[in-house]
């Protein structure tokens, strides 16, 4: 039966779980957003993340700890993979969009198939001392682990939005977005700096897959699950928009969170899909976009 404590819980695990979201697209969309690299592969590397910080967990170190150690990894393997993608697809051509795509699906499937070579089919989860705890706020019972990963996705997007919106180099990002050939003019290399921010991209998230392995178990196939909740959130947002991110990512995180409070959760995963087309429908430069 409905009742108002029964959404009310819904909308605040929604607006938890929407932070978690942005943090873990927006990387995405800064690859996909600014840089027009069609990267399919993000949620397979957010994956790959968890799997790091599962690997990290079991001598003993903390998920969030282990996120940190995990991100300058990443972002050399970031900047490596643009290298490659530049090399093999963009400096060719204008379908380097369409090839990229296939690329990008080919290095998800080898993702997906080393992690089960590594560590199996099974489900894998960490412990930590905000795993398995909660805590009472008026009539509402919040998993602490929610809230650890809101405040961690709230810092990383507050930071990544200040940096490319108060430095040199993230303006650098943002113009090249707009204008190559203008950058170039101004004594920047633009492949330089496209390689830069795809390293950023794919830096972040080691951080954010820790936050997914502490919010629910992972397992090698689950960044089938993610494809659509972060191109989701990104083309809601507007493509490239920070703080657009982080509003798509609220916005997900509560319809989500609705629709499973109130028709179960074989419903939850087609919202995404659902928003995604209906945004594509009636505003294709997003909700937050120009």
Known sequence: MFSFELLLDAVVLGL???????????GLSVSFGLLDVPHVAHPAFLVLASYGTYFLSEYGIDPIIAGLLLTPVFFVLGLGMYRLYYETFEKRGSDAGVRGIAFF?????????????????????????????????????????????????????LIL?????????????????????????????????????F?????????????LIIVQPVEPTLDRAYIGRTFCVVVMAGLGSMSGTLLAGLILGVAESIVLTLYG??????????????????RPQGLFGR
């Open 16 to 26: 938890l779980l929407g932070c978690f979201y942005a943090a873990v697209s927006i």
């Open 265 to 282: 959760a074989s419903w939850a995963p087609a919202i995404s899909f659902a928003m995604l087309l209906a945004v594509l429908a009636v």
């Open 199 to 211: 390293g950023i991209a794919t830096g972040v998230l080691g951080i954010a897959g820790a936050l």
């Open 105 to 157: 699906f080919g290095i998800a499937f080898i993702i997906e198939v080393a992690i089960i070579l590594l560590f199996g089919v099974d489900q894998r989860s960490v412990q930590a001392p905000y795993i398995g705890k909660s805590i009472d706020i008026l009539s509402l019972r919040i998993p602490l682990r929610l809230v650890v990963a809101f405040i961690v996705a709230l810092l990383l997007t």
């Open 161 to 197: 939005t200040l940096y490319l919106s108060r430095t040199f180099t993230g303006r650098t990002i943002r113009a090249v977005a707009q204008d190559a050939d203008a950058l170039r003019l101004m004594g920047a290399n633009p492949i330089a700096t496209k390689q830069w921010a």
